[in-house]
DNA sequence: CGGTCTCTTGACCTCTGTCAAGTAGAGTGG
DNA sequence: CCACTCTACTTGACAGAGGTCAAGAGACCG
């Protein structure tokens, strides 16, 4: 099931790992060799669906996804985005009914585990399991920021603040060959990010453009100074827990 | 260091965690076997404090308790609200920088237990580490739903399904003897939980009870009637995860 | 080179915030 | 039991950030 070096694979989500947690040798060697299958998606398609029960966990080895949940009356909000690197569903460790769709935000190359293999290992291997309550950690760490960026900041700061997120998140995998300062969005996307509509995240990054945080050509958004980006953001990083080795 | 059995315990934890794991006999028998220490503290104490290193997990046996983070600007928002039985600091499990604040909401009573312990437990005992990981999920998919709250709903909604949130939370630990159908919170800390500001939360508060779907005596909220309150709030139970036992 | 999807822009509206003054509970001390 | 005080709640007038609607312009695709 396995393929070549040169397509999608764990090294990635590895990779990933041993960012923010230290694994012993054959323990890397344990999720190099976990089972997988490969798949790719195109923008917009649903990998996992609000109701479903899962039993796998997908690695986003390119390109972005996100979670996204609406209320009945239409309104849409994007509650988590993901990028190379991240492993999109242990959310389903032992909960496996999904109370939330998880849908391609571009094209996306996926390598699909078993949800029960993470299990095993999460039994015999500490080492793991503590690297995987890491990375839950941190991304509900990342969801309290997103809180309170929703809840207490206005539109330009909150546009601006996950410009800032997006830019020292990528740092950590600088992976592909794509241009990592290109935000990879829709207006209506962002809009759906940052609980605002569509026409006012356009007023919004117009404004970021006057003041120099972003440039734009065409429709494609490019970050500008980050020193900017930050100070409009009210930034700081420490809830990425991106030093959490040295810790 | 145990006390007595009238004294607070870790016996609300367990029943909490049982809720929604399965746990062995002997695994029972290790969680109330945990050394602990007891510590009450007054409304709006700090518990712990961004910034600081933790190495203990407090397990609230009475009481209400919040995380809250702000902006520079002097914003608040609470982006979590825990109740009887809930460990506050799973978050810190080999994640020792703490990115909030947690604070007593009402008068508390805690019993902490050191993280290391809780480590020990994950390394050695499978299906506590299950456990701690559903809990640690569950409270990540609240936060999931806070966001849709905070980014698509409007004030009523809002402050309905944060009512009903709490309504079906504590059915699950039904522990006190207080009324569970009175609200903990004044209107600024509602404020603060829901993205708004004192003011609107009395205009929405005054709204809902025209309504019917609360009732008012001198300062205190109580609860309505439930299903008015779920439909103006578009709520469904599921992101709670009540009944993951099932599963 | 036509079709489609995204972005842009302006006019207008509304939900929620701001400010400020007043009222009512809850606890304290006499 | 009554004043006193502190805090929380209440209310109205006004302001402003962001939403809505609708039409047009630009990009990108086959």
Redesign the pocket.
Known sequence: MNTKSDQPGLDIFLRKLLSHSPLPAEDQAAIAALPYSVRHLEP?SYILREGERSGVCPILCAGFAYRQKSTQEGGRQIVALKIPGDALDFQSLYVRTIDHNLQALTTVDLVIVALSDFEKLIANRPAIARAIIVDILIEASIGREWLLNLGR????S?LAHLLCELHYRLLDTKSDGLDVRDVP???????DLL????????????ELERRGAVA??????RLGAIATLRSLADFSDTYLHRSNLAD
């Open positions: 917009n900041r206005n539109a330009l909150r969005m829709t207006q209506e996307q962002l809009a609980g605002l509509t569509p026409v006012h995240i356009n007023r919004t990054l117009k734009r050509h065409g429709r494609g958004v």
